[in-house]
């Protein structure tokens, strides 16, 4: 079985036309140019649709196929296997198929499957990482939102023995009082431990234990222990990396950890987890939480959430919908009042 072929010496760049020979006992004979070889020691490069298909020959010698489709029939008639891969793209149905499985597979990974991913990661971290990354972030916050606290000592000295009480002197946890007319009354926790409570929520705090303040700690202690801001910002920078694969620009995904803590917010399941674990801390120390209840009523009715369009924020072009919701007041839904005033 003969066919038609471009053949280059691998001397020169010369082009030879030459006359290819499959044999019976599945040998290559290129006429003229006395080469008789087992089929065995050429490389046959798979087939990308209708482009010439190169058969490598030792010593750097090649032949240049334009016949795709009688080349195929020599092929099989010499029971000599073509790869899969080609018999993949031929098939319509497992091309149809192949783009409704990365199709599920893309969606998988945004959804459920950057959940679990960032769950692994997130309980993974070694402390060191989650140290490094809490510094900067709390840097960067107090560089753009955050400034020194005006609390008495005696008020700092309070919410420092709650604290203590709360998370049993554990090293990991460390206490940062600021302030912040631009975010108000409010606390957060960064994945290291360090809680950042703010001097508008101590103040709004009518509690004279200010066991509202503590149910705050503690839902804040619940995001660390379930490392809550990590795995929202580790499934972020999952989707993106998906996103950046699929679509071939992953210039965007430079983004940095510390930078996605900063934006990422919080999902309704980790608040709730949250909730739950305040309430579940609070009824450990034995102490109700219905003034965290009565604290978030003030909350919800706090003027620092009355969007007011001459405010200071809005003169600084600086809005509460550009902090992430972790990092500003906390929502005080009617639901969540609910749950904190029944004990």
């Not at 082009?15 to 019976?24: P, Y």
């Not at 149905?93 to 998988?108: D, E, M, N, R, W």
Request: charged fraction near 25%; charge should be positive; include cysteine.
């Amino acid at each position: 079985m003969q066919i038609e072929a471009k053949f280059y010496d691998g001397v020169t760049s010369k082009e030879h036309n030459v006359i290819l020979e499959f044999t019976e006992d599945k040998r290559l004979i290129v006429q003229n140019y006395d080469i008789n070889l087992p089929i065995s020691e050429v490389t046959i490069k798979n087939r990308l649709g209708n482009t010439p298909r190169i058969i490598e020959l030792p010593n750097g010698a090649r032949c240049k196929v334009e016949d795709n489709d009688k080349l195929d029939f020599i092929l099989k008639k010499l029971n000599i296997k073509q790869s899969s891969i080609y018999k993949l793209e031929r098939s319509w149905k497992l091309a149809l198929g192949s783009i409704v499985f990365i199709s599920i597979f893309i969606v998988f990974m945004l959804t459920a499957g950057a959940s679990y991913s960032a769950s692994i990661i997130a309980n993974l971290m070694p402390k060191g990482t989650l140290d490094s990354v809490s510094k900067t972030t709390l840097a960067q916050l107090d560089e753009k939102y955050l400034h020194k606290s005006n609390l008495t000592s005696d008020k700092k000295e309070k919410v420092r023995e709650l604290f203590e009480k709360l998370t049993n002197g554990e090293k990991r946890y460390k206490l940062h009082f600021r302030s912040s007319p631009l975010m108000g009354a409010n606390a957060f926790a960064l994945p290291s431990g360090d809680v950042v409570v703010l001097d508008e929520l101590v103040m709004l705090d009518k509690d004279k234990n200010l066991y509202g303040v503590l149910g705050v700690l503690a839902h804040e202690k619940g995001h660390v222990v379930y490392r809550h801001a990590l795995k929202g910002a580790i499934k972020t920078t999952v989707a993106t990396v998906v996103i950046g694969y699929f679509t071939g620009d992953a210039t965007f995904i430079a983004s940095t950890l510390p930078t996605l803590l900063v934006t990422t917010k919080y999902t309704r399941e980790f608040e709730h987890e949250a909730d739950v674990y305040a309430k579940n801390e609070l009824k450990r120390l034995n102490i109700s939480s219905k003034p965290l209840g009565e604290l978030f009523k003030r909350l919800e009715h706090n003027p620092f959430n009355k969007k007011d369009k001459n405010s200071t924020a809005n003169k600084l072009e600086i809005s509460l919908d550009k902090l992430p919701e972790w990092a500003s007041t906390h929502p005080a839904t009617e639901d969540r009042i609910e749950f904190f005033m029944k004990d």
